[in-house]
């Protein structure tokens, strides 16, 4: 293999190099990258081996393998403004309000260094906002999911980005979502709790863990019960980590529908639900959660702001299918 910091590579496995997991092999192949510089390569599908793409990062490797690394050239130190459409609620001096749509990452990451929500807020916003509150994710306070869709908030000045996150954190934010589970959750009103943390047995999930993590806690009302079968449920966060609602819905046996990470298997509430429903439900492309509410008082102003958005119409359109096909 060459030495230049990006560009194509190629390799062909000797004897010495079989039985090995494919990143070790890769990582001693190539010094000047970090194992997990080349992980994520792998992850996002830049290595090929005689011409199949390979996503597995221990996969094990065999005498005669031809492998090809395709080094995309470094991305820039900060993000760069991006014309992308994005639907605004509310904007002035210090913040802006929007919905963001299900398939928007919000800052640059691996894997997703363009096409963000930072890259058309810089657009936006112009070079003003780089850097308020970190140079990869300006402007941002909070995030959601890629997936998920609905209500954020985008601070514009440091003032405004510091006395916000100050608010998160103490809990004095309004935050309501609303979610499609499987099953009925029981009571109809209650809430769930438990430490969220890194998965130890898969670092892209989060886990209820019992001796760390952080503590977690979300509150449930069932808004429509399809049946036995789903459910429509409005969430509210007294904390904010990571997948917060899809975990705990996942860990109590009700995992949000079409959720890639929680669902692992045919729930039990899908016996006996209609075909028609029962396949619109798991062949929905997405978790099935958008936050619909957010409130918070004016860090400048005092005004206290209140927005409301409705879910998106693909959600909708499963929840009218599913109230036809279900409730009689």
Known sequence: MTDSTHGPRSLILTEDQAGQRL?????????ELSRSRIKSLIESGCLTCNGVVLHDVSHTTRT???????????????????????????????LLVLD??????????????????VNALIAHCGESLKGIG??????????????????????KTEATHLALSADFA???????????????P?????????????????????????RSGKTALTRYTV????????????CRLATGRTHQIRVHFAANGHPLLGDPLYLRRIPAAAKGCPVEAKDAALDFPRQALHARKLGFVHPRTGEALLFETPAPADFIALETMLTNALIK
């Open 23 to 31: 990143d070790r092999v890769l990582t001693l192949a190539l010094p």
């Open 186 to 210: 029981s009571p109809t009103k209650g809430e769930y709790e438990g430490n969220i943390g890194r998965d130890p047995r898969d670092r892209k999930r989060m886990a209820l863990l019992t």
């Open 134 to 155: 970190g140079e990869r994710r300006p402007g941002i306070v909070h995030r959601l999911d890629k997936d998920t869709s609905g209500i954020m908030v985008v601070a």
């Open 64 to 94: 005669g393998m031809a492998l090809a690394l395709d080094i995309p050239p470094p991305a820039p130190a900060t993000p760069q403004g991006e014309d992308i459409p994005f639907t605004i609620l509310y904007e002035d001096e210090d």
């Open 170 to 184: 103490a809990r004095r934010i309004d935050r309501a979502y609303l979610a499609l589970c499987w099953g009925v």
């Open 223 to 234: 808004l429509r019960a399809f049946g036995s079968h789903m459910a429509l449920v409005e």
């Open 100 to 117: 963001k749509p299900a398939g928007m990452v919000v800052h640059p990451a691996p894997g997703h260094e363009t096409g963000t929500l």
